[in-house]
T-cell receptor
Framework: TQLLEQSPQFLSIQEGENLTVYCNSS?????LQWYRQEPGEGPVLLVT?????EVKKLKRLTFQFGDARKDSSLHITAAQPGDTGLYLC????????????FGTGTRLKVLA | DVKVTQSSRYLVKRTGEKVFLECVQD?????MFWYRQDPGLGLRLIYF???????EKGDIPEGYSVSREKKERFSLILESASTNQTSMYLC?????????????FGNGTRLTVT
């Protein structure tokens, strides 16, 4: 069974700081999705990465997929209080199974 | 805009009650899912459905059942609620299975069983 490990579990930083969170898999990802879940809401997709070595940017967020497709990182530049939430990585497993495997998440709090 | 609506944000039920959690999506998606979310355990799949009247067990189906009579609606049923089913329940849908098809989530139902 594939396991997704996210680190750190918790992160509390000041507004304006930079941070990186990580997602590591026990096996090769089929494709990797990053979600953010704000308090009281459901997770919302941020990005999907598919190709090893791929880098995607979404405003102040930079997503990197490892060359071997077993790890990923999310870097936030100049964090803002609106970035507060739970960041989840997920493997969209190969078609035919319809199952997505989620990591346990990184809970980020950005203080004003 | 894509929308997944869960009928209740908060529910309090007593042990032994039959509980229905309802979910409706307006995107004509084939697939619908029920997850529960618990601190330290992440999201765990209870059941999913890839077509009307079709369902498959996820990782933790014990104590739950589901119903999908119409494409847009997916119901989760707790036949006899127990305190260990106190949790956040999230419904999701996707256009097609796996790969690049993202999940669209509702805002969740926080269920407390006393």
């Amino acid at each position: 069974t594939q396991l997704l490990e996210q680190s750190p579990q918790f992160l509390s930083i000041q507004e304006g700081e930079n941070l990186t969170v990580y997602c590591n898999s026990s096996s090769v990802f089929s494709s990797l999705q990053w979600y953010r879940q704000e308090p009281g809401e459901g997770p919302v997709l941020l990005v999907t990465v598919v190709t090893g070595g791929e880098v995607k940017k979404l405003k102040r967020l930079t997503f990197q997929f490892g060359d071997a497709r077993k790890d990923s990182s999310l870097h936030i530049t100049a964090a803002q209080p609106g970035d507060t939430g739970l960041y989840l990585c997920a493997d969209g497993t190969t078609s035919g199974t319809y199952k997505y495997i989620f990591g346990t998440g990184t809970r980020l709090k950005v203080l004003a | 805009d894509v929308k997944v609506t869960q009928s209740s944000r908060y529910l309090v039920k007593r042990t032994g009650e039959k509980v229905f959690l309802e979910c409706v999506q307006d995107m004509d998606h084939e697939n619908m899912f029920w997850y529960r979310q618990d601190p330290g355990l992440g999201l765990r799949l209870i059941y999913f459905s890839y077509d009307v009247k079709m369902k498959e067990k996820g990782d933790i189906p014990e104590g739950y059942s589901v119903s999908r009579e119409k494409k847009e609606r997916f119901s989760l049923i707790l036949e006899s609620a127990s305190t260990n089913q106190t949790s956040m329940y999230l419904c999701a849908s996707s256009l097609y299975g796996g790969g690049n098809s993202p999940l669209h989530f509702g805002n969740g139902t926080r269920l407390t069983v006393t």
